[in-house]
């Protein structure tokens, strides 16, 4: 009876609202039964942009956009809000985790050329929603308004200003005035939390209506190459003899994988926590040491390597020639192959994007050309002494600044050449030609130094790699 | 079903009606969006083309600078909004260089506008984020800042040290 009047409520609501004719349609349609793990990673992707919206929302009931109280209510946020913490830590690791997802899903959707008639446009509108989340990846960062938000959307501004003609418009546009300040953060605010959203859901909806309107792709056959004039009827033939229900046949691994990431973004908010504050937004306060999240760090590096000619190109060019090329590639080649195998430059092409990325995140982190401010004096085990004019000479090296740039003995910076063993390899007069003029790269220190101070450090410098002068120089000459 | 074509054998009037009220509806949808986008676009681009006027900011008293070399100093940006904060504070080195004469630069590294650091002893500026160096009359000295340190107008008044507010310093690109 009372099962009876159960059924009854939802054939009612059922034939109100069409679940059975619009949703379940939708949930049992036939996908290839090879599809196996391979599918998992778009599913994931929405899984973690799932996780950004309801953090995101739970957080915007907080979050103060604008001046000080920003990083009033982050801190609150952080240390005093309950469970503030893991809600912070969430919406950051599911940003990390949205970007790896969607770039993931993308290399393998390259790789298997997915993107061949008749999907072109859902690679398409794929390449768009990569970038907006990178955009949302990007005001996120600058949200959280602590002292490296602050000078990233400066930097910010500036590669946008290296626009020709419309420049500065962009960058006070991106500013919101001509300067840093409260009203920067409002437009961020506003961009992350309604424009780009929109946008993603909008692309998610079209996204997902192409998928639907194509069916899901079948591994690639390397006996059956893309032929769009019989591609369709074919895939529409095999789809029937073979495919099985999306669900539940073939959404239990996406359920699996979606639940592992989760349970990460999850595990990483508790255990790590969510990234700690700079101090305060203060755009007049020097210390700041601008860097951005991981995922942007390979373009840091990229610009800080260049030669200063290349720059603007690079600045402009990656990313629009970046969106270009992946846009309209299924529009260059949209048949053929599509099975690894036959594909060499693909994988090529993904194997040395992926190394390149690694080598330029691990340079991000390392910094090596800039100056580093933190060195600590040259110990007198590096020295060979702790007193006399050697060891003036050495403290002078961290005085002058030289070891900021300069390594000796595996103290110091890496902007410029290594010290070590420079004693074998200059002579006393090109040191001082070389401190005093400058050079590539190297400041003139002729004004701020000294002639007696010069010659400490010339005199130390000389006796780096150089061995110690045997007790009885005599006894070596014949 | 929104794509059936009328019949062709309706009277010649009710497809001109046709027509005329697809007319209608295009020409008002458009009406409909500009008045709601125009001041909104409006709004939202109003900052770019407000220029805010240079102001005089008090950076402190005469007394308060020692001959010798630079120091940090915070005043209040040119055009604050009310809730900025913090955030409405602009910095600037500045430096006494004799009795009566001042000289300050934007903090601003001209690179890409990372925030530089005096180095008192090689009395240099240093940029942390990819290794610029200036030397103290602004000039470049090393790595890729393509121009000098951004100069700021400093002036002496009443016994106070004044500032004149700019925009953040752009290093515009003429792609060679
Ligand atoms: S921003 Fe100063 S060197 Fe790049």
Redesign the interface.
């Known amino acids: 009876m009372s099962n009876n009047f159960v059924t009854r409520t939802w054939n009612w609501i059922d034939n109100r609202i069409g679940f059975s004719d619009y949703i379940v349609p939708l949930m049992v349609h036939l996908v290839p039964d090879n599809a196996r793990w391979w599918y998992i990673f778009g599913s994931a992707t929405l899984c973690a942009f799932i996780v950004q919206v309801f953090t995101g929302v739970c957080l915007a009931m907080s979050y103060v956009p604008?001046?000080?109280?920003t990083?009033q209510s982050l801190k609150y946020i952080t240390d005093t809000a309950p469970l503030g913490s893991i809600l912070r830590g969430m919406h950051y690791y599911g940003a990390s985790a949205m970007v790896m997802m969607a770039v993931i899903h993308m290399v393998q959707v390259y790789m298997h050329a997915t993107y061949k008639y008749p999907r072109e446009m859902n690679w398409m509108s794929g390449v768009v929603l990569l970038f907006v989340v990178l955009g949302m990846a990007f005001t996120g960062q600058l949200l959280r308004?602590d002292a490296n938000g602050?000078?990233s959307v400066?930097?910010a501004?500036?590669?946008a200003?290296?626009?020709?003609i419309i420049?500065?418009?962009l960058?006070?546009?991106i500013?919101?005035?001509?300067?840093?300040?409260?009203?920067?953060?409002?437009r961020f605010f506003a961009m992350h939390v309604f424009i780009m959203p929109a946008l993603i859901f909008a692309g998610i909806g079209l996204h997902m209506l192409l998928i639907m309107r194509h069916g899901i792709s079948e591994m690639p056959d390397v006996n059956d190459p893309v032929d769009p004039e019989t591609y369709k009827e074919a895939y529409e033939k095999r789809i029937h003899k073979t495919g099985v229900p999306f669900w539940p046949d073939a959404m239990w691994r996406d359920m699996i994988f979606s639940t592992l990431i989760v349970g990460v973004i999850l595990g990483c908010s508790i255990f790590l926590g969510p990234p700690a504050l700079d101090p305060?937004?203060?755009?007049?306060?020097?210390n700041?040491?601008?860097l951005p999240d991981w995922y942007f760090l390979w373009y840091f590096a990229v610009?800080?390597l260049l030669p200063?000619?290349l720059?603007?190109?690079v600045i402009l060019g990656v990313p629009t020639i970046g969106f270009i090329v992946l846009f309209f590639l299924p529009l260059i080649s949209n048949k053929g192959h599509r099975a690894p195998s036959k594909r060499p430059w693909a994988g090529g092409t993904v194997i040395f994007g992926f190394v390149a990325f690694l080598v330029l995140t691990i340079y991000g982190y390392k910094k090596p050309?800039?100056?580093d401010?933190g060195v600590k004096e040259l110990p007198a085990s590096v020295v060979g002494t702790d007193h006399g004019p050697l060891a003036e000479g050495a403290k002078l090296m961290h005085?002058?600044?030289?070891l900021?740039?300069h390594d000796i003995g595996g103290y110091g910076g890496h902007?410029g050449p290594e010290l070590t063993e420079i004693g074998k390899l200059l002579t006393r007069d090109d040191l001082i030609i070389r401190i005093n003029n400058?050079g590539h790269?190297?400041?003139?220190?002729a004004?701020?130094?000294s002639d007696s101070e010069l010659q400490l450090v010339v005199d130390f410098l000389l006796t780096r790699g150089v061995e110690k002068e045997p007790e009885n120089p005599k006894s070596t000459t014949p | 079903m929104s794509d059936q074509q009328p019949p062709t054998d309706q009277p010649c009037c009710q497809l001109k009606r046709r027509t005329f009220l697809t007319r209608v509806s295009v020409i008002l949808g458009t009406i409909i969006g500009f008045m709601i986008a125009i001041p909104g676009v409006g709004y939202v681009l109003a900052p770019i083309f407000r220029k805010p006027k240079h102001k005089w900011r008090t950076v402190g008293k005469l007394d308060d600078f020692k001959v010798g070399g630079f120091v940090l100093v915070q005043y209040e940006d040119p055009s604050p909004v009310i809730w900025a904060g913090v955030t409405a504070k602009a910095g600037a080195w500045i430096r006494r260089v004799s009795e009566t004469e001042f000289i300050a630069f934007s903090i601003n590294c001209r690179h890409l506008g990372c925030p530089v650091r005096w180095v008192d002893d090689p009395k240099l500026f240093m940029c942390p984020c990819h290794g610029g160096v200036y030397y103290e009359d602004g000039t470049v000295a090393a790595g890729p800042p393509p121009e000098p340190l951004y100069k700021l107008n400093v002036r002496i008044s009443e016994g106070l040290v004044e500032i004149e507010t700019e925009p953040t310093p752009l290093t515009l690109t003429t792609l060679t």
């Open positions: 604008g001046g000080e109280e990083y308004w602050v000078w400066t930097v501004a500036e590669m200003g290296r626009t020709p420049g500065p418009t960058a006070h546009f500013l919101g005035g001509e300067t840093v300040g409260g009203s920067t953060i409002t305060p937004p203060n755009p007049s306060s020097i700041a040491n601008p610009l800080s200063p000619q720059e603007t190109w050309w800039s100056p401010f005085i002058k600044g030289c900021y740039c902007r400058g790269n190297m400041p003139a220190f004004s701020s130094i």
